[in-house]
C-alpha cells in the first residue's frame, strides 16, 4: 500500500484518496454549472434597465434568506466539527454534529418552503405575471373568465346548461335564465281518459322527474336549497312516476283505466307545485351567477374593443357600432384605462354577492418588467440550490443511519460529503446577495 | 494518509465560524442602511460574499492546506467558468445596437403609470389626457390602430381557451 511506503519522486497521481479527486472533480463541473447561471443572471440583469427590485414587485423576503444564509454557515459548521470527531475517532460526537447538519438542511428547506409559497400565492411565476398594465388588464380578464367558467361548471355538471365550446359562453345567460323559468304548469284533465293520455301522463312525470334529479345535483353543489324540500321533490317524483306507470298499465285494459289515469295526474300535479317552488328558491342563487357573468362580458367586450369602461357605456351592438361609425377619421371613442379596471375589479370584488368567488380566483393587477425573467432565474437558481440542499442530506443520511456501528471507514465519506455541503453553502453564500438584497 | 496531514493543522474553526457570522451581520447591515447609489450597496455586499467565500474555502474546505494539486483542478473550471459571462456581456449586457427585448418598449408604458400613480388625485385627468393623446398619434401613424388594438387582445382569450 501506498500508506506503508514513503511516496517516491517518480510517483505519478495526486497524494488524496481517489474519493477524494472524484470529488473535486466533481466540484469542478459543480463551479462551472452554477457560474453559468450565476454569470448569466449578472450579464442578463445589466442589460434589462428597469430590473425589478421592489419586495412588492418581487415578494423577496430578505430577512428569510438572511436566516438561512445563517443556517447554512451554522450548518457547514457543524459538518466541519463532525469531520474533526471523525479524524478523533469520537464517533457519538460526530453522529451527534451530523444530525445537527441534517436538522438545519430541514430548516433551510423549511424556510425556502415559505418563500415559494409567497411567491405562488402571488403569482410570481414564470411567464405568468403581467409586464404591462395591458398586460395586466389582460390577466384580469382571463381570471375572472375563469371564475365564471367555474361558476358555470356547477351548472354544466348537472347538465342544466350546454357549454360545449368556448363560444357557447355568449347563450349561457340565457340558457340559465331559460333554465330557471321553466315553468310547469298544471295538467289539465282531459274528457276523455285512454291509453294516449296515460303515455302523456308518463312522458310529463318522467320529465320533471329529471327536473328534480338536474335541481338537486345544482342545489347541491351551489349549497343553496334546503334539502328537505329536495328529499319530498325526489319522493314524490317517484310516486308520481309510479302512479303514471300504473295508468298506461291500466290503460292497455279495456275498461276501468279512468280511476288509475286520474290517480296519475293528481300526482303529476302534486310533482308540479313541487318542482316549481324549487324552481323558485333556485333563481336568486342562479341570478348572481348570471350578474357575474354579465359583468365579465362587459368587461371582456371593453377590452377586446380597448374603449373606455366610464365614457362607453356599452361595448357591443348597434349602439356602439353607430357611434364608431360617426367617428371621423383618425377619430377614436377614449380608450381602456388601467384605473379604470383596476376600479371596476375592486367593485366586483367588494360585491356582497359574488365577491367572495371574484376575490378568491382573481388577483390584483400587479404589471412587473422583466418579472417573468426575474421569476425564471430566481426559481431555477434557487430550484437546482434546494436540489442540492436535498442530494447533501441524502449524503449524510448514508453515515446517520449506520447508527452506533458508525466507524473510521466513514471517516472519508464524511469528509467527501463535507466537501460538497461547504459548496453547496459557497454558493448559497453568493446567490444570497445577487438575488436577495442586489 | 492525506488524512493524517489536515489533522496536523489546527483551525480554530469556531473562530472561522464567528467570522462567517459577522460577515453575514455586515450585508445585511449594508442592505439596510440605504447609500445614495445602490451600486456602492452592490459592490460591498458583494465583496463579503467574496470573502465569506475565501473563508470557507480556505478553512471548511481545507485548500489552505492542499497540495498544489487544487491548482491543476481548480485553475481550469474557473477560467472556463468566468469565460462564460464575459463571453455573453458584449451581446446581451452592454448592447451596442438599440436593445430588441419586448420590456424595451414596454418601459415608457410602465414609466407613465408610474408617473400617474406618483401624482395626486386632482392631477390624474391631466395624464389622461396625454395618454389619449399618444393614442391619437399611435392611429394616425398606421390609418386603422383601433382595430389593430382588437386584434392583439383578441388573441389571448382564445389561447386561453384551448
Known amino acids: 500500500m501506498s500508506h506503508s511506503t514513503p511516496p517516491s519522486s517518480l510517483k505519478m497521481g495526486i497524494p488524496i484518496p481517489n474519493s477524494k479527486l472524484g470529488l473535486w472533480l466533481f466540484l469542478g463541473t459543480e463551479i462551472m454549472f452554477f457560474t453559468a447561471f450565476i454569470g448569466a443572471y449578472i450579464v442578463l440583469r445589466i442589460g434589462s434597465p428597469g430590473w425589478p427590485t421592489d419586495p412588492k414587485d418581487t415578494h423577496i423576503l430578505v430577512l428569510m434568506g438572511g436566516i438561512n444564509t445563517f443556517v447554512l454557515i451554522v450548518s457547514s459548521y457543524f459538518v466541519v466539527v463532525a469531520h474533526e470527531a471523525m479524524a478523533k475517532r469520537d464517533f457519538s460526537r460526530a453522529r451527534r454534529y451530523l444530525t445537527y447538519t441534517m436538522g438545519l438542511a430541514f430548516v433551510f428547506l423549511g424556510i425556502k418552503s415559505i418563500e415559494y409559497y409567497g411567491k405562488i400565492s402571488h403569482d410570481i411565476l414564470p411567464s405568468h405575471i403581467a409586464e404591462t398594465p395591458t398586460q395586466a388588464i389582460n390577466k384580469v380578464d382571463r381570471e375572472l373568465e375563469q371564475v365564471v367558467r367555474q361558476r358555470f361548471a356547477v351548472y354544466t355538471d348537472a347538465e342544466a346548461i350546454d357549454v360545449a365550446q368556448p363560444d357557447d359562453l355568449a347563450t349561457v345567460s340565457a340558457q340559465i335564465d331559460a333554465y330557471v323559468k321553466a315553468r310547469v304548469e298544471r295538467f289539465d284533465v282531459p274528457e276523455e281518459l285512454d291509453s294516449a293520455v296515460a303515455n302523456e301522463v308518463l312522458a310529463e312525470a318522467k320529465r320533471q322527474a329529471a327536473l328534480v334529479v338536474t335541481t338537486q345535483a345544482l342545489a347541491a353543489n351551489l349549497g343553496a336549497i334546503d334539502s328537505s324540500m329536495i328529499a319530498d321533490a325526489a319522493k314524490s317524483a317517484a310516486s308520481a312516476e309510479t302512479a303514471a306507470n300504473d295508468a298506461v298499465e291500466a290503460a292497455k285494459q279495456p275498461s276501468g283505466a279512468d280511476t288509475a289515469i286520474n290517480e296519475a295526474i293528481e300526482r303529476l300535479n302534486e310533482l308540479s307545485t313541487l318542482v316549481a317552488g324549487l324552481l323558485e328558491e333556485m333563481q336568486p342563487v342562479v341570478g348572481v351567477d348570471v350578474a357575474l357573468y354579465r359583468k365579465w362580458q362587459n368587461l371582456h367586450q371593453h377590452i377586446v374593443a380597448n374603449v373606455s369602461l366610464e365614457k362607453v357605456p356599452v361595448a357591443t351592438g348597434p349602439g356602439y357600432l353607430a357611434a364608431r361609425e360617426a367617428l371621423s377619421e383618425g377619430e377614436s371613442l377614449p380608450a381602456l384605462e388601467y384605473a379604470e379596471v383596476k376600479a371596476e375589479l375592486a367593485r366586483l370584488k367588494s360585491d356582497t354577492n359574488y365577491g367572495g368567488f371574484v376575490s378568491a380566483g382573481v388577483l390584483d393587477p400587479h404589471p412587473v418588467l422583466y418579472g417573468n425573467l426575474f421569476a425564471s432565474i430566481y426559481f431555477l437558481m434557487t430550484g437546482f440550490h434546494a436540489i442540492h440542499v436535498i442530494v447533501g442530506m441524502l449524503l449524510f443520511a448514508r453515515p446517520l443511519l449506520q447508527g452506533n456501528n458508525l466507524n473510521e471507514e466513514w471517516t472519508d465519506w464524511v469528509e467527501n460529503s463535507g466537501l460538497y455541503w461547504h459548496f453547496v453553502d459557497l454558493v448559497w453564500i453568493f446567490l444570497f446577495p445577487l438575488l436577495y438584497i442586489a | ?162
Open chain 2, 1 to 162: 494518509m492525506a488524512h493524517d496531514d489536515h489533522s496536523a493543522h489546527h483551525v480554530n474553526y469556531l473562530a472561522v465560524f464567528v467570522a462567517l457570522c459577522v460577515f453575514t451581520a455586515l450585508s445585511v447591515i449594508f442592505d439596510l442602511v440605504s447609500f445614495s447609489n445602490h451600486a456602492i450597496t452592490i459592490v460591498l455586499v458583494l465583496a463579503v460574499a467574496v470573502a465569506k467565500a475565501l473563508c470557507v474555502m480556505m478553512f471548511f474546505m481545507h485548500l489552505k492546506f492542499e497540495g498544489n494539486w487544487k491548482y491543476v483542478l481548480l485553475a481550469p473550471t474557473t477560467i472556463l467558468a468566468i469565460g462564460l459571462p464575459l463571453a455573453l456581456v458584449p451581446d446581451i449586457g452592454v448592447a451596442y445596437y438599440t436593445p430588441l427585448a419586448p420590456q424595451a418598449e414596454w418601459k415608457a408604458e410602465m414609466d407613465s403609470l408610474h408617473d400617474s400613480h406618483g401624482q395626486s388625485a386632482g392631477h390624474s385627468d391631466h395624464t389622461g389626457h396625454v395618454e389619449e393623446q399618444a393614442e391619437v398619434g399611435h392611429s394616425d401613424e398606421s390609418g386603422d390602430g383601433a382595430d389593430h388594438h382588437e386584434e392583439s387582445h383578441e388573441a389571448a382569450p382564445a389561447e386561453k381557451a384551448e
